[in-house]
């Protein structure tokens, strides 16, 4: 099941763009609720591998299954 990235958690550090092994993870458009730039993952092309929830620093900015419902999708 694909990882899910909580638009309004997110901080925008972006630590987990460049690990991400099939470069799933993209910038959303403006700012989130925090005013802070945010990400998404593609949902269709994760793998489920978990790097990106190893290198979050941010705690609850990703989850370990997909919550369309958590994440902006542009
Ligand atoms: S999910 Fe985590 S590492 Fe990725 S951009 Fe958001 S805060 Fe940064
Ligand atoms: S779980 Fe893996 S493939 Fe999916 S977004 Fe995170 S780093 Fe990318």
Do not use: S
């Not at 899910?4 to 470069?23: K, L, N, R, S, Y």
């Not at 620093?57 to 299954?65: F, H, K, M, R």
């Amino acid at each position: 099941m694909p990882h899910t990235i909580v638009t309004e958690t997110c901080e925008g550090i972006a630590d987990c763009v460049d690990a991400c092994p099939v470069a799933c993870i993209h910038p959303g458009p403006g700012k989130n609720g925090k005013g802070t730039d945010w990400y998404w993952i593609d949902f269709a092309t994760c793998i489920d591998c978990g790097i990106c929830f190893q290198v979050c620093p941010v705690e609850g900015a990703i989850v370990q299954e997909e919550r369309p419902d958590l994440q902006k999708t542009p």
